[in-house]
T-cell receptor, first 113, second 113 residues
């Protein structure tokens, strides 16, 4: 049962423009969300998170927005840089199970010059 | 060494072989995890260890056998695997108090012939 979904497998954006990555979830009990970034031949690295008590969290060029009523979150990267080319995963911890993160399938972002 | 390391990085094995994957974390964490990532699929949690005790076995077949001798080391023993077990196996660690923010190793790319 896939409770975190990323429906766009890939995204191509020009350098300097905004990248918007989307993530939907089905479990209304989720109260915390994370984004991870993965380069080829490396493991995922934590990027940014948001608690369900907030609707926005910003860290430099990265902003995550949460719409609880729509069970939707998005990651905005502004401005996009070539080094942002990677796979981005949305994740949420299951509230009834310690340490268990549910991941989306990921979105491959390619930033072109 | 820093962060989370995994060896080997690549492994090709036959269905009758026995092999082991090794993970070591240098972050002072007390929780460790094994994940499986198959092509085009989300990361799937396999096992969770908290202070060397297994707290999660996500319905993993017995041909995968984890071992956690201490908080810094985690093994995944493999025997009589199937071709569909070919995947990227990722190890992660976290502190027990911040288990949502997991630090991943680079993974072992496993091919079962």
């Amino acid at each position: 049962d896939q409770q975190v979904k990323q429906n766009s497998p890939s995204l191509s954006v020009q350098e300097g423009r905004i990248s918007i990555l989307n993530c939907d979830y089905t479990n209304s009990m989720f109260d915390y969300f994370l984004w991870y970034k993965k380069y080829p031949a490396e493991g995922p690295t934590f990027l940014i998170s948001i608690s369900s008590i907030k609707d926005k969290n910003e860290d430099g060029r990265f902003t995550v927005f949460l719409n609880k009523s729509a069970k939707h979150l998005s990651l905005h990267i502004v401005p996009s840089q070539p080094g942002d080319s990677a796979v981005y995963f949305c994740a949420a911890p299951l509230t009834d199970s310690w340490g268990k993160l549910q991941f989306g399938a990921g979105t491959q972002v390619v930033v072109t010059p | 060494e820093t962060g989370v390391t995994q060896t080997p990085r690549h492994l090709v094995m036959g269905m009758t072989n026995k092999k082991s994957l090794k993970c070591e974390q240098h972050l002072g964490h007390n929780a460790m995890y094994w994940y499986k990532q198959s092509a085009k699929k989300p990361l799937e949690l396999m096992f969770v260890y908290n202070f060397k005790e297994q707290t999660e076995n996500n319905s993993v077949p017995s041909r995968f056998s984890p071992e956690c001798p201490n908080s810094s080391h985690l093994f995944l023993h493999l025997h009589t695997l199937q071709p569909e077990d070919s995947a990227l196996y990722l190890c992660a660690s976290s502190s027990a108090s911040a288990y949502n923010e997991q630090f991943f190793g680079p993974g072992t790319r496993l091919t079962v012939l």
